[in-house]
């Protein structure tokens, strides 16, 4: 979605209200003390003392530009409203004056078109998986903070960020958008779904947008997940070593799905709609 004059105006007002000296002193020692919910307020002398002011006059004008805003005020003082802790966290997260870059490093996985080993890249804040031999996978794309680097092998980011999509994916699918919370449509190629054809999720308001297998947003929901355990496929495995459904069009009015996944015990049969609601789950074993 392209971003409105009314949208654009708000962005730029939130972020044109950091940048001043005094105002930032204030809120960041709001953060010093945030605790989520149990944020103790800081009162009026204490936060004018934090920031180091005397004149009341200019402090009381900066604090009254942050009110509302990224500053509420409560009965025993002020705390950090949600804008300006979400702000923090980003920056906790992203770290946006640190750089990283991985250049390719192999991974515990193989191209499922090829079998050759599976390599990592880090550019601008996504993780990429890909083939190190053949150009006829397309591979895993998806954004990952920097922050979660800190302690993890490659390995292990590869796994963090594959857990972090499948999640992200299937509560997309279930209607929220896992950044901004706001309503996602989703679009299934019907016309050509055969074809490999991926299934696009999109926020409403913000630019979250995935393409996926139809297979993957589904993984979330507990009566798939267990229909697919019980026919034998491991979802501990990464979303693309598990098998490609065999996908229907069983009706187109009312639209109804079928993808057939074939695991070493038997085969499952998840009918889904338009929106990649499921439908009905049955195993044959
Ligand atoms: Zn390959
Ligand atoms: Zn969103």
């Not at 708000?10 to 972020?15: I, L, S, T």
């Not at 009110?67 to 920056?91: C, F, H, I, M, W």
Request: charged share 25%.
């Amino acid at each position: 979605m392209e971003p409105d004059d009314r949208t654009e105006a708000a962005v730029r007002e939130a972020f044109s209200l950091l940048d001043h000296e005094i105002r930032l002193e204030i809120l960041l020692a709001l953060l010093e003390d945030w605790h989520a919910v149990y944020t103790d307020p800081k009162s009026y002398a204490e936060l004018m003392d934090a920031v180091g002011m005397r004149d009341s006059g200019k402090f009381n004008y900066h604090l009254d530009k942050l009110r509302g805003v990224y500053v509420r005020q409560v009965e025993d003082g002020y705390v950090p409203t949600a804008s300006v802790t979400a702000l923090y966290r980003a920056v906790l997260a992203h770290r946006p004056t640190d750089r990283l870059e991985y250049g390719p490093t192999a991974i515990d996985s193989a191209c499922p078109r090829c079998d050759a080993t599976a390599i990592l890249r880090y550019e601008r804040g996504f993780v990429s998986v890909e083939c190190s031999a053949c150009d006829d996978w397309p591979g895993f794309t998806y954004p990952f903070p920097k922050n979660g680097f800190a302690g993890r092998s490659v390995r292990a980011v590869a796994r963090a960020t594959a857990r972090r999509a499948r999640y992200h994916i299937g509560l997309a699918r279930d209607g929220q958008c896992p950044f901004c919370a706001g309503t996602t449509t989703v679009d299934v190629p019907l016309d050509d779904v055969a074809d490999d054809n991926l299934v696009e999720i999109a926020c409403d308001t913000c630019t979250f947008l995935v393409g996926v297998e139809p297979l993957s947003p589904l993984l979330f929901e507990e009566r798939v997940a267990s229909a697919l355990g019980d026919v034998g496929v491991d979802l501990e495995r990464y979303d693309w070593e598990l098998p490609t459904p065999t996908t229907r069009v069983e009706s187109q009015d009312p639209v109804r799905l079928a993808l057939e996944v074939e695991g070493e015990a038997g085969t499952a049969t998840i009918v889904v709609d338009e929106a990649l609601g499921v439908r009905s789950v049955a195993i044959d074993r």
